[in-house]
DNA sequence: ACAAAAGTGTTGAGAGTACACCCATGC
DNA sequence: GCATGGGTGTACTCTCAACACTTTTGT
């Protein structure tokens, strides 16, 4: 039996881009330049290409809106409800990246009009599911950040402690001793000293980078 | 712009069926009754239907295999490398469900010619990247089994709880402490007692039922 | 009385939590 | 010398891990 036999459904990829801006959450959004959800702020996404990785086309989407490569992504969720899209019958299979807030320029793309960082805590309307999108990476991202190292995948490669604590922070939304944070994270035997922060106003800081893979498996906290 | 104008891959769900059977994990496999593959084991899958939602096509086969219903069914994950099916561009999307074993009657169906349970010690060569699906899905029981309540699933509505310490020991091939076993579950809330066992060769045990959804979390060890 | 599995407590070690002060630098 | 964030130690609590014997039932 062939494929033909079947009806196709479109695929699409969706993804999710968090980034830390001005100790906010934030996440990307486009706005729509086509129908349907026309003037629409939606989650970046696009069509899967015939010959091209599920992921390959989350990167493209990715650094056709930032410019970004090389940056954490991984996959989220495959979305197929039947009438999630007007046009017929759509799959989307959602990816999350995290990226480091500074030095990213944005670039409108050819399908939308607009490309802007919304915090978490303030969101629009969003086109076809993606409230039920973002609502599920918000609830995966914090408890990769538990379970994993994925969070320092928010920072640059060098980073300082008290940074590392305030990415934390904004993502649970709650502080932490500064002392025990410490101690814990040092007890993880991950971290591989960088030398020391340069030029800031104040006592400069140890520089730190991550010794693991974003994903490997340790209680952060 | 239609969603004509994109060429669409076809889609399918992929089912891991796990279940507990002579103290062994075992995983239910299709020996295949057509091409490609024909006559090699594979995990059970099909085309999604045009009106139909993912997970209920992953019931669907589920059903087909088993004839069960009202089980534990989790999507895992999509897996859609551009070579994976020698017939053309197919994306699959990989579902995981948790049965108990005792009182299933395995049928054949229409594309298979033979349906049996296989020990995750001694997989035979698989279809497709079956392999690699296979290998995700144990990561993932496992993981599941330490931080949720998902390894009640593969017993009975009421169980005992030396039957459910040894799920945990099968799935995790270790030994746990009886004692402590019996502590950290009660400390956890989660039981509901259900009266006792009745003919048994020796002393009764108590029964117990699950009060939580099987993905709540916790960590059970 | 014996076989088979059920059920039960204590102790020691290690991890998590709470908490406050001095230090290095730039201006 | 002062403002700014960087860096450090201790005591208490709680959880986890190790460990062996008595109880209930059927035969």
């Known amino acids: 039996m062939g494929l033909r036999d079947y009806e196709q459904p479109s695929v699409t ?5 968090f980034s ?13 330049g086509v129908e349907p959800f026309k003037d629409q702020w939606a989650l970046p996404g696009g069509f899967v290409r015939m010959g ?16 970004l490569e090389n940056v954490y992504l991984e996959q989220l969720y495959t979305f197929g409800d039947v ?16 990226v480091d807030g ?8 050819t399908d939308a009009k ?10 629009p309307k969003l086109a076809f599911d993606h409230e039920k999108i973002l609502s599920y990476s918000l609830k995966r991202l914090r ?16 980073f300082t402690i008290s940074s590392l604590q305030k990415i934390y922070e904004i993502v649970h939304n709650k502080e932490f001793d500064k002392r025990n944070f410490r101690k814990k994270l040092f007890s993880l035997g991950i ?7 340069e030029d800031v106003g104040y006592r400069p800081a140890k520089l730190y980078s991550l010794k693991c893979s974003p994903d490997k498996v340790v209680e952060i906290i």
Do not use: Q
Request: with cysteine; aromatic share 8%; glycine share 4%.
């Open 83 to 98: 009438k999630r899209d007007p046009r017929g019958r759509v799959i989307t299979i959602a990816y999350m990246a995290l």
């Open 102 to 109: 500074k030095n990213i320029k944005l670039k409108a793309s």
């Open 52 to 67: 091209e990785a599920l992921e390959d086309s989350a990167r493209r989407e990715l650094s056709e809106e930032t410019g």
């Open 191 to 197: 971290l591989k000293e960088e030398g020391m922060e």
């Open 20 to 32: 830390i801006i001005d100790d906010d959450l934030k996440v990307l959004l486009i706005k729509r």
């Open 143 to 158: 408890w990769k950040f538990e379970y994993t190292c994925v969070g320092f995948s928010l920072l640059p490669k060098k």
């Open 114 to 123: 607009e490309v802007k960082w919304f915090s978490v805590k303030n969101l």
């Open 13 to 17: 990829t969706d993804i999710v881009i």
